[in-house]
């Protein structure tokens, strides 16, 4: 079984910084392509950001690109957002999420992420 711990939210000011943590046990967390999703409310769960096994990959959402970073830690076994400049817009439930396989064409879905972290909100006050 593979857990996703997720942690690191809270509340801040817009321009502020936040880093969010995803811990994960029960399997190699290298064998894992790791991602954060975020979810407004009323809103569907949209996707933020992936990186791949090693790290040497990374791909964002263009309204994050250039001002959140994704990276991993495989002896950690953690995978971090670091998150800077934040807008309102930014507020959201945060959840990371994990997969053994690259979705090629398909990264930015839900659906293509088997095990799934508890959230952490994030709020951006303006």
């Known amino acids: 079984q593979v857990q996703l711990v997720d942690s690191g939210g809270g509340l801040v000011h817009s321009g502020g910084s936040l880093r969010l943590v995803c811990a994960v046990f029960?399997?190699?967390?290298?064998?894992?392509?790791m991602a954060w999703f975020r979810q407004a409310p009323g809103k569907e769960r949209e996707f933020v950001a992936v990186?791949?096994?090693?790290?040497?990959?990374?791909y964002y959402a263009a309204s994050v690109k250039g001002r959140f970073t994704l990276s991993r830690d495989n002896a950690k076994n953690t995978a971090t957002l670091q998150m800077n400049n934040l807008k309102p817009e930014d507020t959201a439930v945060y959840y990371c999420a994990a997969d053994p396989d690259w979705s090629v064409g398909s990264y930015w879905y839900s659906s293509s992420y088997e095990y799934w972290g508890q959230g952490t909100q994030v709020t951006v006050s303006s």
């Open positions: 029960g399997r190699p967390f290298s064998s894992y392509v």
């Open positions: 990186i791949k096994w090693s790290g040497a990959n990374t």
